[in-house]
């Protein structure tokens, strides 16, 4: 399994950028997906995810009303629409995959996902 994210780069407060997250090897449609976060310094995050079937999106508090995930099931990849971009939201930026989730479910523990990209840096400037 390969989770390919990418879409990172630097930009001002107040702009914005979409990060996407192509899997292969993944039972793609089958699979929660989820963007997590770690600013230096600090432990990793929970971000945005969502379930199966588009049906259920959840967001950490931080990001609600910036951020918007979405999934292509047709594409095998994950998209994270990040809006309103702050200082604070520097980090380098994950997509993970819960394989073993139930429909209708999403989860924010990093524990629960089995599958892990690299990363792409994310750094706003003030």
């Known amino acids: 399994v390969q989770l390919q994210a990418s879409g990172g780069g630097l930009l001002q407060a107040g702009g914005s950028l979409r990060l996407s997250c192509a899997s292969s090897g993944l039972a793609f449609i089958h699979s929660a997906m989820g963007w997590f976060r770690q600013a230096p310094g600090k432990e990793r995050e929970f971000a945005a995810a969502?379930?199966?079937?588009?049906?259920?999106?959840r967001y950490a508090d931080p990001v609600k009303g910036r951020f918007t995930i979405s999934r292509d099931n047709a594409e095998n990849t994950v998209y994270l629409n990040m809006g309103s971009l702050k200082p604070e939201d520097t980090a380098v930026y994950y997509c993970a995959a819960d394989s073993k989730v139930s429909s209708g479910i999403v989860r924010r523990s990093t524990q629960a996902y089995d599958y892990w990209g690299k990363g792409t840096q994310v750094t706003v400037s003030s």
């Open positions: 969502i379930s199966w079937r588009n049906i259920i999106t």
